[in-house]
Each structure stands twice: as C-alpha cells, then as structure tokens.
C-alpha cells in the first residue's frame, strides 16, 4: 500500500545544486502519435483500418496484413499484468536516481502486450490493471499501468508523481489576482495542498473585489507584480524566483472588435504587452530559476502554466485582436516549452471557450466559469497533461480545427 505523501524537507541551500536528468527522448516520427494523444491526456493506439488489428509498438504498417491504413484510436487501457519485476540496478541516469523502479508487462484487453511502468499498489500478476499514456520528464508519452480499483493514497506513489505536476506541498505564483479566475485558480491550488500561493497585483494602491478574502487564507502572499513592467517583474523574480515550484500566468487583457470597428492601436498594443509582451518578460525573469531548480526532487519546480484561448487556434473576428495576441503566446509558450523540456519543467497551456466574463456577455452559452476551469488546471496538474481545452465550446472547436482548419476559418469569418 502506497503510504500518504508526506511534506518533503526544503533543500539545503549550502548543497551543491543538482542538474537536471532526463529519461530517455528518442523516438521514431510515428510513435509521436501517441505522445500527442497523452499531451491531451488521451491512451491512444494505432487501428488497421483493414483487418482491424490494434497495434503496438506504433509501426509504419500492420503488423498483421502490412496495411499502410493505420489511424489513431482511442483505448480504455484495460489489461491484465502478466509479469512484474523491480529494477535495483540501471546505467541510466534519470532511473539510476529513483530506484528501485517497478516495471510490469500487460495484456491489453484490445489486443497487443506492452511493457510498462507499474504503480505500488498493482497487485501481484496475474491481476486486472488500467493503463494511461503519461509524459515522462523529457515530454515523451509512456505506458503507466495503474491498479484496476482506486485505492488510498494512490496519487502519492512516488513513481506516479514523476509523470505528474501535483501542487500539493509545492509553492505557486499565481500573476493576477483581481479576476474571478485568478481568485478561482488560488482556492483550488489551496484546496489541493498549495504549501504557498503567492498572487501577483499590478496595482497595488487599488483595492478589488475578493480581495479581503485571498488574504484571510494563511497560505496566500499578495505581491506586487505589473506584467507590463519589466522592472516589476525582475524585481519579483529576484525576491522570489529561487522559490517558485510552479507559475500560473493567468494575467490577460481582453477586448472585443477587430481590424476596422476600432481606430488607432492602442487597444490591440495593450493587448500585446500584457499577454504576448507580459509572458516573454515573465519567462525571461522566472525561467532559468524554474530551470535550475528542476533536479531538487519532491520540491523541486515542475510546471509553467499559460492561460491561452481557444481562439488562438483560429481566429474569432468579433475579437480579432485579441485573438491574434492570444495566437502570438500561443507560439511563444511553444518555444518556452522547449527549453523547459531539457530541465523536464511541463509547460501546460490552457485553451478554454468563451469564458463567463464581462467580454463575453454577447456570446451565447456554453460559456466556461472561472471555477471549471480552475478544477481543469488542478486536474491537467496532477496528470500531468500539456494542453487542456475546458468547456464544450472548446472542445468542439479543437475536433473541428483538426479535421479542416480552413472551413473553420471560413465558419468563423461568416
């Protein structure tokens, strides 16, 4: 039995700092498919559209009849473990750090035997297991085989919380805290055992609703932090950098129109500085810090978290220029991500629907309330996915941008 996560003991700051290993990256252009699915949070396996063979390794043709018709398909993971063993010996680096380590080999109920990663309280073969596609710490998918039933502590297996961002016992910058959803975002990370939120306020002579409510909890700081300031920023980052296990950058400046109902630029440049601008000056500031502290184990930083829109994917005329802001963080958080792969800091990018604010009191429900999509990061967090889209709006939108994103442009424009 998996005993309770237990609060981990802060480093000694006279240590050396450890650097950051990294399991093994390499894979082939195919098997790609599957580290895109559990991006996603989805244990995805190749079909034979022909004789209807799931495949595992991800191959070029079926392994069965050589058809090249092979797509990707959604699976259930369950399974039978057939053999287990514990590794105490590795050349490896990462694994040579964490062992002993559990592998296990399962039966799939859809077909193929894969070798996998094994929780703690997997009873012993033979027994029923749920596997899920994870990300390990370099950003490639691989196989977890988890106990068929829930069982107690079970997200405190030290195996687990490899693939995952937890938030529990871990402390967090939250940028903005005068938003519903900034307010959200702090009492969910609280509720799931934040040890320390520190919430970021660009003015802090204002006084906001809610706020009276974020300091009465004992495990909130309030700080000043202005995403358009560059010295603000680097100020925080020097008080507080060294500290931050996770980054959530909620802070956004929303309006609606586009191109020809507003004149001048000014609206659209302030759009930019806050959530194209503000998030190049955070990751400029926060980033080496979160990079170098990745290798300090249970409280070591593990996530950088963007809150984007599913606008970004394609644009919404009605709110054109933010759109285009929303799509210009949308490529840099691409580039960030890749240079926290190499410390195995998870960036995670949120794309919600319309959400139920002040810009969208036009837009017809399904909209999305700051406290789904609060429940949506924590949940992202502890499974440790890349991209999450919340709400039916999004979700829809995603499946129809991936079918055929020039009739979605054309949707949208008309």
Known sequence: MVREFARPRRKNPVLRTRL???????????ALGLTAAAALGRFELQRCRDCQAVQYPPVEA???CLSVRLRWELQSGDGLLIAQTELAHSNDLFFRERLPWRLGMVRLDCGPTVVVHLHGDCLPAPARV???ARLDRSGQAVLFALPDTETANMADDPQLREFTCDPRFRK?????????????LVEHLVKAGADLVWVGQAEPWKQFPGLDALRAMPQVSIVPLDLTDSSSVRELAAEIGGRVDIVVNNAEVHRTHGIGDR????????EMDVNYFGLLRLAQAFGPALRARAADGPTGA????????????????????????????????????????SAGVRVVNLFPGPMDDEWNQTVVPPKVSPAVLARALITALKSGVEDVFPGDVAQEWLERWRDNPKALERELAG
């Not at 950051?20 to 390499?26: I, V």
């Not at 967090?172 to 959200?184: E, F, I």
């Not at 599913?310 to 960030?336: R, W």
């Open 302 to 341: 593990v996530a950088w978290v963007n809150l984007l829109s599913i606008y970004a994917l394609s644009n919404y005329p009605p709110h054109g220029t933010f759109s285009a802001s929303k799509a210009a963080a949308l490529s840099l958080s691409q580039c960030l991500r890749a240079e926290m792969r």
């Open 62 to 64: 079926c392994s069965r």
């Open 172 to 184: 967090v910058l939250v940028t903005d805290g005068r938003s519903p959803l900034g307010q959200a």
């Open 130 to 132: 749920r596997v899920d």
């Open 263 to 270: 004149q001048g630029i000014e609206t659209a440049r302030l």
């Open 20 to 30: 950051p290993n990294l399991p093994p990256g390499g894979r082939s252009r195919v």
